[in-house]
């Protein structure tokens, strides 16, 4: 079973498009994070959330904690978006992060 | 600069010989976690450590040892690798539980 599903698995779009990528979770959560994976395998932290909504420059995180739910927008994509972005969340039970399988995203120029 | 630090980046072994991965944080972080990465099946957690000489076992520690002697030091140890724990790993350490999570550049472990 899979603690966090994400959607799509794979997804293109043309430079200037406006991106969503879904996470639904099951499990009961402290904190949601989206990271980001390049090409070339490092990931960094875009952002971590327990409610509400974050953006950052292009960037918006939202989450609904009653629907266990969260979207990770990006507006106006550029080629350099290109990344697989990964949700992840802490379980508000145990100490441990489960992820999702990730969203490969090309944005093509 | 604020970093977590795996060495190698990459390495080819042979089933049987045993080999470390090292991980180093510089942040004072108390929570430190070793993950594998394989295509389909995402991050898988190995192990982690909530603190100096606190370990427990992920969803996926069979084959795996660590240790937590120190606070910015979380090793992995391989005793006796196969073919199966060919994989991207990644160790990340944060603040606590529950805060944001720093990722190393990741290690990729082929075993023959």
């Known amino acids: 079973k899979n603690e966090v599903e994400q959607s799509p698995q794979n997804l293109t779009a043309q430079e200037g498009e406006f991106i969503t990528i879904n996470c639904s979770y099951s499990v009961g959560i402290s904190a949601l994070h989206w990271l980001q994976q390049h090409p070339g395998g490092g990931i960094v932290s875009l952002f971590m959330l327990s409610s509400g909504k974050k953006k950052h420059g292009r960037l918006i995180a939202t989450i609904n904690i009653q629907e266990k739910h969260s979207s990770l927008h990006i507006t106006a994509s550029h080629p350099r978006d290109s990344a697989v972005y990964i949700c992840?969340?802490?379980?508000?039970?145990?100490?441990?992060?489960?992820f999702g399988t990730g969203t490969s995203l090309t944005v093509i120029p | 600069e604020a970093q977590v630090t795996q060495n190698p980046r990459y390495l080819i072994t042979v089933t049987g010989k045993k080999l470390t991965v090292t991980c180093s944080q510089n942040?004072?972080?108390?929570?430190m976690s070793w993950y594998r990465q394989d295509p389909g099946l995402g991050l898988r957690q190995i192990y982690y450590?909530?603190?100096?000489?606190?370990?427990d076992k992920g969803d996926v520690p069979e084959g795996y040892k660590v240790s937590r002697k120190e606070k910015r030091n979380f090793p992995l140890i391989l005793e006796s690798p196969s073919p199966n724990q060919t994989s991207l790993y990644f160790c990340?350490?944060?603040?606590?539980?529950?805060?944001?999570?720093?990722f190393g550049q990741g290690t990729r472990l082929t075993v023959v």
């Open positions: 992840a969340v802490w379980s508000n039970t145990g100490n441990q992060f489960y």
């Open positions: 990340a350490s944060s603040l606590e539980r529950n805060t944001e999570a720093f």
């Open positions: 942040m004072n972080h108390e929570y």
């Open positions: 450590s909530m603190n100096v000489e606190v370990t």
